[in-house]
């Protein structure tokens, strides 16, 4: 076999056999919206400098580790926007308290601040204490030296408890704690003994917040899609029936077409092998694949099997001599093909609006392989098939 | 014959400004990416009574759509609908603590992310046309030949978005997606035509453009037949991922409008190109 030695057909084969090597063993990994998760994209009030964005990044990946979420992902997009993307399924009712919450928490006797979050050095987790069910802490020795002295002789009065400007639990002021002494250790009550759901998660909120500190801005959620894992696998089934059936529609319109199996296998081979490279690249840059990422392979296989019937008829239409001309021809078209689909996606990949980055990476990066990978290689085999 | 191709060549471009007309008057549905609001979608088992739930939730659009899998439950409301309700009575109906026990996916959109699409979407398409007649110019460098594909192009995606109001498909960051991949499609067979005949030297005009034809219709049908198996999967398998069937839509109109604008008009104004226009000089 000659066509073995050609060194286009050898890239092609080398590049599948290292796609296949990528996709065995480094895997595949899908997006939140196919393998369940949620994805959220928190909107931040003012633009945010670029230790500020660190900043909140730290806090909102503090805060869901304090809630048992472990694998989750935070990027900015923009100066204004957080991208969190949480792989598991969690309880989004709470999860989006903990995140909207700034978390600025002071306590106030009198109208004297007697702490604020920054005095305060340990937290409990949420529990039922002797005054009822709510979070206990302790201050730091300076933060409580200040709340003895502005509580000092106010027994009997209420401590109000402001986190964000809202009034969460105003507690009366025991006369214990009004002696003047040091106190360290105090208690946030949100409940008696007998908590609903909603008192737990306010007090995990609370717990949350005080662990984790303050952001320094407001955020607010703008965009939540979330998805079970019983659903997303079901995608991924669809997804792949309608693949393997948009396959056989594209084979019977070009065995109708060319009638010769010599012609028909290698653009059916070849569009499939391009399938291979782009989720080989995919793997390779651990690209996780979304619905928007399979509508963007959809979209380079697609130009691949429009391109390889441009070469194929190109090649048939130069008789004998012009064979050479007629390729170049060929590819001035499929070059200049590409060259507008790339150019259309480039707007795409740049701004990711809304969640289709990864339909710009998968089309661009399927369409630079096709024309410099297996389209070459797709034109020589044409080339000794239709000589023999 | 002369006269038959340039009324030919106006055809498609007259059914590109009555679509551009049908979008003004009759607008485009919008998804909740664009107006915002909460989607909640749910996969429940076949033999559940979903008028119940319908009558719980007045404010919101309730889709039931059967499927080969069981039947999706598509739950629309808007901003104004407070969505911990909706979750309440869905959480009540389905008789569980948390919705993520369910076969379910839910989206919710913001206003001020919503009220960025617009601009944002707007932004992509525009960019993608422009640069992508920046690079059929540079192509060509012949500006009626370039000009052609360009209107072809333009009036394909005219044709797509009024298709998109008559058949009542939903404006989305999907089908903005789907409205690229149709630039990029319909350019592809309109470069190819237009290569065909000002490169080739062999063969008259007419044996060039039928040539083209042969191999653009090719190209253009197994596209069309695989949007249109995607399509049909989709809706009847899987219901929910009704991203890939919206994009499917969108691309079946437009390359059908494609199969027009490319041997009708793009054809006809380089036939007119070719033999008056050239010589005309």
């Given amino acids: ?388 | 014959m002369n006269i038959n191709y340039k009324v030919l060549t106006i055809i498609p471009l007259i059914l590109a400004l009555l679509s551009l007309a049908l979008v003004s008057v009759h607008g485009l549905k919008e998804s909740i990416d664009v107006s915002g609001g909460t989607e909640i979608s749910i996969l429940a088992s076949e033999n559940t009574d979903l008028s119940v739930l319908k009558e719980k939730l007045p404010d919101s659009e309730v889709k039931i759509s059967e499927s080969s899998i069981g039947t999706f439950v598509v739950i629309k409301s808007g901003l104004d609908t407070d969505v911990d309700s909706v979750r309440a009575v869905v959480k009540e109906f389905f008789n569980v603590e948390d919705l993520s026990e369910l076969s379910y996916t839910e989206k919710q959109i913001g206003s001020v992310l919503s009220g960025k699409f617009w601009e944002e979407g707007m932004k992509a398409v525009g960019f993608a046309f422009i640069f992508m007649a920046i690079v059929v110019y540079a192509i060509f460098r012949t500006p009626v030949p370039s000009g052609a594909v360009i209107l072809a192009a333009a009036s394909d995606m005219a044709i797509a978005i009024g298709g998109m109001s008559l058949f009542g498909i939903p404006i989305s960051t999907a089908t903005i997606a789907a409205l690229l991949m149709l630039v990029g499609y319909s350019v592809d067979t309109d470069i190819m035509l237009t290569t065909r005949v000002l490169k080739r030297r062999t063969g008259t005009l007419d044996e060039r453009i039928s040539g083209a034809m042969k191999t653009g219709i090719t190209m253009s049908l197994t596209t069309i037949f695989a949007m249109a198996v995607l399509y049909l999967v989709v809706t009847f398998v899987v219901p929910a991922a009704d991203v890939l069937a919206n994009i499917a839509a969108v691309l079946l109109i437009g390359l059908i409008g494609d199969l027009m604008l490319t041997w009708m008009t793009n054809a006809g104004i380089l036939r007119y190109y070719m033999t008056e226009y050239k010589k005309g000089k």
């Fill in chain 1, 1 to 388: 076999m000659k066509l073995l030695k050609d060194p286009k057909v050898i890239i092609l084969l080398v590049c599948i056999l290292a796609s296949l090597l990528l996709i065995a063993f480094k895997g595949i990994s899908f997006g939140v919206d196919l393998s369940g998760g949620s994805t959220i994209v928190l909107q931040t009030e003012t633009e945010l400098s670029e230790s500020e964005m660190t900043t909140v990044n730290e806090i909102l990946t503090s805060r869901l580790n304090t809630n048992g979420l472990s694998d989750v992902r935070i990027y900015p997009r923009g100066s204004d926007e957080v991208v969190i993307e949480i792989p598991e399924s969690a309880d989004l009712d709470r999860i989006k308290k903990i995140l909207t919450q700034q978390g600025v928490f002071t306590a106030i006797i009198d109208n004297q601040t007697a702490y604020t979050g920054q005095d305060i050095s340990y937290v409990e987790e949420p529990g039922t204490t002797a005054s009822g069910y709510g979070v206990g802490f302790k201050l730091t020795l300076d933060g409580a030296q200040n709340f003895a002295d502005v509580a000092y002789g106010k027994g009997g009065y209420p401590v109000e408890l402001y986190m964000d400007d809202n009034l969460i639990s105003s507690p009366i002021l025991s006369a214990d704690l009004a002696d003047g002494n040091i106190h360290q250790s105090q208690v946030i009550t949100v409940a008696g003994s007998n908590p609903t759901e909603d008192d737990i998660d306010e007090a995990w909120v609370i717990y949350t917040a005080l662990q984790s500190g303050s952001l320094p801005v407001k955020v607010q959620i703008e965009y939540i899609s979330s998805v079970s894992p019983t659903l997303g696998s079901e995608f991924i089934k669809g997804s792949v029936i309608a693949g393997l059936f948009a396959f056989i529609a594209v084979a019977a319109v070009i065995s109708f077409r060319y009638k010769n199996p010599k012609i028909v296998l290698p653009i059916l081979i070849t569009g499939f092998s391009e399938v291979l490279l782009i989720l080989g690249f995919a793997s390779l840059i651990s690209w996780k694949l979304d619905l928007a990422s399979i509508a963007g392979i959809i979209a380079a296989v697609g130009t691949g099997v429009d391109h390889q019937i441009v070469i194929t008829d190109e090649t048939i239409a130069g008789e004998a001599k012009k064979v050479t001309k007629s390729i170049k021809r060929a590819f001035f078209i499929i070059f200049g093909a590409a060259a507008t689909t790339i150019a259309a996606m480039l707007p795409l990949f740049v701004m990711g609006i809304g969640m289709l980055k990864g339909f710009a990476i998968t089309t661009i990066a399927g369409v630079l392989m096709g024309i410099s990978i297996s389209r070459p290689a797709f034109s020589r085999i044409i080339q000794y098939v239709l000589k023999n």
